[in-house]
């Protein structure tokens, strides 16, 4: 019905040394034939990794970000048709670390996604609240106001290239996961809001992934629950060891 997708989001980690021996052993693991696997390297990897991964098959290679303007005096940026030109089909936008530390606004964000749908490019759209929106229990409006600001323009067809990571922010890199209930919750609460605006059908069909400090050891609770498709993973997608179980764990 839907994808099971773990995604591998590198971050500003590895040299091409290491990043080439990892995914010589990602493209030998026995990969479940229900899970796509898509790693997210950094933009100097990416056609190397792209390469290296060849025609194997649920192994796909993503961006970490992309630029929301479509070309132009931007010194350091990275457009969506150069990652398309150079044969990359997904791209991540709105992760925390990006919104937080390069001021990204939901409206960037909004801008990122349409450049990138219209590239017929498929988009895994992060959201999440901080540590303070859940202590006073505004969770739930806190990330339905990131999907109305930045996919809820979006038609049901278009919907088809999104894929949704929920990463509370509390969550990615301290090793404090949300619990397999609490993420169960909010990702019914978000599949509920896209058949609100959508239908069941289309909500039915988007994958949700849980990010935030996912490992060996709790992958298997998370993606046990119902409305959880996936994860998208950090730092445990560095080494294969764990990145390997935690593809099995469906
Ligand atoms: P983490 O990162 O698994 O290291 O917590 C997740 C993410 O930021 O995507």
């Known amino acids: 019905m839907r994808r099971n997708i773990v995604a591998g989001n590198w971050k500003m980690n590895l040299s091409l040394v290491q990043a080439t021996k990892l995914v010589s052993e990602i493209i030998n693991f026995e990969i479940p034939d229900k899970v796509d696997v898509i790693l997210a390297c950094p933009f100097p990897y990416l056609m190397s990794v792209n390469e290296l991964i060849g025609k194997k098959e ?4 993503a961006a970490q970000n992309c630029h929301y303007e479509e070309s132009g005096a931007f010194t350091g940026e990275v457009s969506v ?4 030109s150079i044969g990359i089909n997904c791209v991540v936008v709105g992760h925390s670390e990006r919104r937080t530390l390069n001021n990204e606004s939901d409206e960037m964000v909004k801008t990122k996604i349409d450049l990138l749908l219209a590239a017929e490019m498929e988009v895994i759209f992060c959201c999440g609240e901080p540590l303070e929106i859940r202590e006073a229990k505004g969770q739930n409006g806190y990330v339905s106001q990131q999907l109305v600001d930045s996919l809820f323009h979006l038609s049901g067809e278009k919907l088809k290239n999104i894929i949704i990571a929920y990463e ?4 990615i890199g301290t090793g404090l996961t949300a619990s397999p209930e609490q993420a169960q919750e909010m990702h019914l609460f978000l599949r509920t809001l896209l058949t609100e605006k959508y239908s069941s059908e289309t909500a039915s069909k988007v994958s949700i992934l849980y ?4 490992n060996a050891r709790n992958a298997q609770q998370l993606f046990s629950k119902p409305d959880v498709d996936g994860g998208l993973v950090g730092g445990a997608s560095l080494e294969s060891e764990s990145f390997s179980q935690i593809i099995a764990s469906f």
């Open 58 to 61: 649920n192994v796909f290679v």
């Open 211 to 214: 990010g935030g400090s996912v």
């Open 81 to 84: 048709n150069m990652l398309k």
């Open 168 to 171: 509370p922010i509390w969550a």
